[in-house]
């Protein structure tokens, strides 16, 4: 027997890629995948130095939200929330670093924990993973972009894959 959920009302359905923005970073563009299949989110990030801030650990990071481009790059200084074992798309396990950061994606702005990474490689420089979507969002894999497209000028910059 197949059982049908009825969608929860409150929830937005996203398709699987979307543009989001990262208000206190100031960054008001960046096409993320909106991936079920991770666990965790994602964000491109180079330059990345950690620190000590009173007796806290800190990292710095540089952050490009044009693939292809270092065109509108920003430094973010940030508290360390954690450090987690992660496994790419590729198996391969490697330690990363994990700042909580605020997104907005399709209009509802979340508090999302995201792990620093080199995407250089990767179609889109942040994956938005399912522990920050669940209770949120509802995803429509066959779908792109229901919360609209970024400004043409925008997009001319941003000419990666995806």
Known sequence: MVRVREPDHSSTIAGWREWASLPAIGVPWIKVKVDTGARTSALHAFDVEEFERDGEAWVRFG???????????????????DRRHV???SGHVDERIVVLMDVVLLGRELTVEVTLSNRD???????????ALRGVFLVDPGESFLGGRAPKRARRR????G
Do not use: I, K, T
């Open 121 to 131: 490689e990767m179609g889109f420089r942040m994956l938005v993973g399912r522990e």
């Open 63 to 81: 952050v490009q939200p044009w693939q292809n481009s270092d065109e509108d790059a920003v430094v973010v200084e940030s508290r360390v929330h």
């Open 158 to 161: 941003n000419r990666g894959r």
């Open 87 to 89: 496994r790419s798309s």
